[in-house]
């Protein structure tokens, strides 16, 4: 209540789209942040609000909307004064009073409007292009499925198949049915392999996705807790991703047999890859540093001596894979070994910078319980004076948010010498888990993310190598 | 429970605004990303006015003309001395000054904060004085067998008396080339490297211009400049040492390290100061001499907290010679501490420890004792 007035600022407007911007456009988690804040003043914290077209239309719109709440106001007010009639006084006052939620609800109506009449259309014309498109490429189908490790899955089999084959892959976060119909839609026709990402909120997303590219070969990453909030239950998120299993041939589905998960859900046929190898190509000589991660993968007198960017054991499983596929698809081992040379560290995903001689990894993009889990294991193995972890913790893993996260404690307990967590709704139980594995390092509750990340160089200095995991929006809390 | 720490800052002082960026940046910053520390900024401007207030922790307001403003509206800082030191009503644990040259770093605001009875960060009233004053700092290291180069030394009033008479004196005394120096000033202002009698006879009048005291030192051949810094009180520690880089027959002169930013050199680091080496690469057995001279250096001198000692190796005869200690290092040093694998909020946490430390063994003895003698009266 202290803060009402917050919501008659000029920059109320602003505030309102960028949170809708922040959450996506999706309704509820727009309006639960809505719902929850006290202080419009302070929700524009860690990025600026991007004016795109149509948020500069929402601009005007809701500009024009709070004038004319304004002047209702004003008018019903001075209208009541002038004819000494407290009714219309009240009116106003009442107006006045909820004009705010007039705007943060009524908001959603031309963008609801704008969905219905134009985005949906122009989506499905654009969907239905790409179909016909998909239909009639020559090129093999790849998908990467997975609750996790989907763009490091996709990126290594784009550098290793790329070193040999014409190659695409769905660039950034392009993995919704649009996204990847706006890929096919810019695609040249020549291509020899094609590989799509595909993305997983709800329930049963995979399949149309999955229709849509009608994939020739299907890797799965890992299955976890991630978007549990949504899928509800375990058992649907493994049957949402496993689905891809029915598109392709068993011999031709590649499982990611580290996560227990996949292995408890998966049906019969698909071959399981790891850090030990995948059918009868074996891994040996395996061994990661700062610097990248290197191995020997051989099957009887054949033999590819891998060397990467990417950091940490857990990579060598669907490098692995990434390299089988090649070969299945006919690249030679030198040009797969060259593929393999040119795989980086990818931006805010175990990428490991020196900063003021402390060694940083930058696991920012990271929001799963298995990337926190093999992120820890590296940084236990490294001979280092100070281990620093931080982390605001996961989010979106539903009735499992307690469970995730005191099991995030305990393995912190166990790899770190100093944690920094952002204070916050799970704070509590990473602490309850620290607690547990009587965890006798430094522990630092940072109210104010931004804060320490930008006076990162005062913590750290040379000897120190600091893991850095996953980085809430402002939309959460 | 969070100690409460005065910052104090700014003064009377050519090198006002270091010291500015020294507070902010290097002390008020890391206290309270440590969130052990309540921090209270003192700022004393230029005419000598004690201010406090939030903003004063932002860097910022210097660099607009936020400060005047601020600096007219506040109301003086209200001091009060009740066996401790209270400053606006809040009771002051530690104090930690961040003050460099005149007043703060020569030992003025220190005996003002041992009178008080407050814990003080960095080095003790006496030592500090010391530590200022080059010929002190020299006179003691020579009383302790820690070599440095020839000087001589002369006050104002004996060269306004007799300008001409006493710069022979002092040029008869010293082989050229020489440098000459304001006594008890920092940051390298108003020096002057001279290899005549009339550079000599000029350089005195300017040094003379900054300071009381004017030291004149012969230049050691064949030179490297290092410094090392070194935190602690009883068992004191060193950083790395490094070497400031400048150009041949140069030297490391208030406006290379700080306004040109040390002039960019193939292959140096970028350090607080300019660019440097760090650390120092020294042939044979110099890095760990330096180390050691430093070190004898910062216990003759009776320093601790932290301090900065600044030596002259001669490569060729590999001797290590004291040129002068800083007993308040710009910016604390924190870049070498930081690539020696002390991050700033660990040093200034550090710094803090050693003052209640320091203050705990002072407070030990007894500096007063029951007698009867005014009874007989």
Not at chain 1, 72 to 83: D, H, K, L, W
Not at chain 1, 239 to 257: C, H, M, Q, R, S
């Amino acid at each position: 209540m202290k803060y009402y007035f917050s919501r008659y600022f000029l920059s109320y407007p602003r505030v309102l789209l960028y949170m809708l911007q922040d959450t996506e456009y999706k309704l509820v988690p727009y309006l639960d942040w809505v719902h929850r804040t006290d202080d419009f003043r302070l929700v524009i914290k860690r990025r600026k609000l991007v004016l795109t077209k149509k948020v500069r239309l929402l601009l005007v719109t809701l500009r024009l909307i709070s004038f004319a709440l304004f002047v209702s106001v004003t008018a019903t007010i001075i209208y009541g004064i002038a004819t000494q009639n407290g009714w219309w006084i009240a009116g106003g006052v009442v107006l006045a009073l909820v004009a705010p939620f007039v705007l943060s609800h009524g908001l959603l109506l031309p963008l609801y409007i704008g969905y219905i009449l134009i985005q949906k259309p122009q989506e499905r014309r654009i969907i239905r292009k790409a179909r016909k498109v998909l239909n009639e490429h020559q090129g093999v189908r790849i998908v990467v499925a997975g609750s996790y490790g989907k763009t490091t899955a996709k990126e290594t089999l784009l550098s290793v198949i790329g070193a040999g084959m014409k190659t695409a892959a769905t660039p950034g976060n392009m993995n919704t049915a649009i996204g990847i119909s706006r890929f096919a839609m810019k695609l040249k026709g020549d291509e020899e392999v094609l590989i799509f990402e595909l993305g997983e909120e709800r329930e049963d997303d995979i399949r149309p996705l999955a229709e849509l590219v009608q994939p020739d070969i299907a890797l799965v990453t890992g299955i976890n807790e991630s978007h549990l909030v949504n899928f509800k239950s375990l058992n649907r998120t493994a049957a949402t991703i496993l689905a891809v299993a029915d598109f392709v041939k068993p011999e031709d589905l590649y499982l990611n047999g580290e996560s227990s998960l996949v292995r408890k859900y998966k049906q019969s046929g698909g071959q399981l890859f790891s850090q030990k190898g995948v059918g009868s190509w074996k891994v040996t000589n395996a061994s990661t540093a700062m610097t990248g991660t290197k191995f020997t993968l051989s099957k009887g007198e054949q033999k590819i001596r891998a060397s990467t960017g990417l950091i940490g054991l857990h990579t060598v499983g669907v490098t692995v894979a990434a390299a089988v596929i090649a070969i299945k698809l006919g690249v030679s081992t030198k040009k797969i070994e060259e593929g393999l040379k040119n795989v980086k560290a990818f931006e805010h995903r175990m990428e490991p910078r020196l900063f003021h001689g402390a060694w940083l990894i930058d696991d920012t993009y990271n929001g799963n319980s298995d990337g926190v889990k093999a992120g820890l294991e590296f940084l236990k193995e490294q001979k280092a004076k100070r281990r620093i972890y931080v982390t605001p913790g996961l989010v979106e893993q539903g009735d499992k948010t307690q469970e995730v996260h005191e099991k995030i404690g305990e393995q912190i307990a166990t790899s770190a010498d100093v944690v920094v967590l952002m204070n916050n709704s799970v704070t509590g139980y990473i602490m309850n888990g620290l607690d547990r594995k009587k965890f006798e390092g430094q522990l630092i509750i940072e109210d104010d993310p931004l804060f320490f990340y930008t006076n990162l160089d005062q913590f750290v200095a040379a000897g120190d190598v600091v893991l850095m995991q996953n980085d809430w929006t402002d939309n959460y809390r | 429970m969070k100690k409460t720490v005065a910052v104090f800052f700014g003064g009377q002082s050519t090198e006002h605004d270091i010291s500015i960026m020294t507070a902010v940046g290097s002390v008020i910053k890391p206290l309270e990303l440590s969130k052990k520390y309540i921090v209270i900024p003192v700022y004393i401007t230029k005419k000598n006015k004690w201010v406090t207030g939030t903003a004063l922790k932002d860097i910022k307001t210097y660099q607009s003309a936020k400060i005047d403003e601020l600096i007219q509206k506040s109301k003086p800082v209200q001091v009060t001395f009740d066996n401790g030191l209270t400053i606006n009503k809040q009771k002051i644990d530690v104090a930690f000054p961040a003050m460099h040259g005149s007043y703060g770093e020569d030992g003025s605001l220190m005996g003002l904060l041992r009178m008080a009875n407050v814990p003080f960060v960095g080095s003790d009233m006496d030592a500090s004085v010391i530590a200022m004053d080059k010929v002190l700092s020299k006179q003691v290291a020579e009383a302790n067998g820690i070599p440095t180069s020839k000087f001589a030394f002369l006050s104002r009033d004996e060269f306004a008396a007799d300008p001409k008479g006493q710069t022979k004196r002092v040029a008869k005394a010293l082989v050229y080339p020489l440098f000459v120096k304001p006594a008890h000033l920092g940051s390298s202002i108003g020096i002057t490297r001279v290899t005549t009698l009339d550079e000599l006879y000029n350089a005195i009048e300017v040094a003379a211009f900054y300071d009381e005291k004017i030291i004149v030192e012969e230049a050691v051949n064949n030179l490297i400049e290092v410094t090392v810094p070194i935190i602690g009180n009883e068992e004191p520690r060193a950083a790395l040492v490094e070497r400031p880089l400048v150009t041949a027959g140069d030297f490391f002169d208030f406006e290379t390290k700080y306004i040109n930013g040390g002039g960019k050199k193939s292959g140096a680091k970028s350090g607080a100061q300019g660019y440097s080496e760090l650390p120092a690469t020294l042939p044979g057995k110099l890095y760990d001499e330096s180390v050691g001279v430093a070190l004898k250096v910062y216990k003759a001198i009776g320093l601790s907290g932290i301090a900065r000692v600044d030596l002259l190796i001669d490569e060729k005869a590999k001797k290590v010679y004291f040129n002068e200690v800083n007993p308040l290092p710009g910016d604390l040093y924190r870049h070498n501490w930081r690539a020696a694998g002390v991050p700033s909020v660990m040093l200034v946490d550090e710094l803090v420890r050693y003052a209640e430390e320091r203050f705990a063994t002072r407070n030990a003895l007894q500096t007063t004792f029951d007698s009867s003698f005014l009874r007989q009266f």
